[in-house]
């Protein structure tokens, strides 16, 4: 019977082959990455017990800002977040760890009250939490059966008035329309949901205008009510000087911001003081008065009589 023999593998020209490793030298090999991950665990652990027990881990205070008319108190409530607490809880893990935020917490805020527009809570390190809140004002009246919703300028229904109760000065009433059903903290439904929108523009834009202004006029606070009872003017009175009240009649909103300015310019340079009771047409240029005879007829009497009273 003939022997084979295997020919050794060839190895490439100029290479050596390693030496084999000894039995001592594997065991060491396996024992340096067993400890290299054990020591990896350790710093792991480590880490974890810092950030539990380090003091700058846990809300030494909740800090509320933005808020006017709501109580700092009763939002921090409403967050379901405390003094005390880990930072970490209310997190939503993982993604709160690289935001900060407790969008739970947000929720919350937004839904115990209907003046809340936005909320914005974020870990404040070291050791807080930071609540940011941003308010929705009051910006209209609308007539419901014997009382008043509350508005503000996106439509938002904020709150209700009693029978009877007196209307804050400071925010004018949308004339010609009501409702008949309204929801808190959701969009007002109207019987002309148009004109409303119309309104809410309007006042937004005269908002914007008192703001923006150089003549250091403020009409919102003087103007008693909005209508747009066609689609393409919209009509606010404001009062004048010994309790006058002048009609402003605007085309589309796209002139608002203009026609605005001017009355704010006129305004401060005294020039409407003695127009009287009527209508102050700014469609178009030139701007034209109409005078409510009337009003000037209501009041002659009334003087006429007040004479002949005192009269012997």
Known sequence: MRNSIRPKPSQPSGSVAPPPAKPGERRLSRHFRGGKTLLILVAVLLLVLVVVAAPAFYARQITVTGQSRLDATAVTQASGLYQGQHLLRGLQL??????????TAEQKILASSPYV?????????PAGISIVITERQPAAYLKL???FVVLD???IVLGFTEAGE????AVPYIAGTSTSVAVLGQSI???????VSRALTLIKAIQSSD??????VTLLGSITQVSSPEADNT???????????????????????DALNWLSYAIAQNKLQNLGQGVLDLTAEPYVFTKDESAASTTAESAAGTTAAATP
């Open 94 to 103: 993982p993604w709160g760890l690289f935001t900060g935020r407790y969008k």
């Open 189 to 195: 439904v109207s019987q002309s949901p148009a004109a």
């Open 235 to 257: 009509y606010f009175s404001f009062r004048l000087q010994e309790d006058n009240i002048l009609t402003v009649k605007l085309a589309e909103a796209t002139t608002y911001a």
């Open 166 to 169: 007196t209307l804050d000065e």
């Open 145 to 147: 059966e014997d009382s």
């Open 153 to 155: 300028e996106d439509g």
């Open 117 to 125: 527009k936005t909320a914005r809570v974020r870990v404040s390190f």
């Open 211 to 216: 703001r923006s202004n150089s003549y250091g």
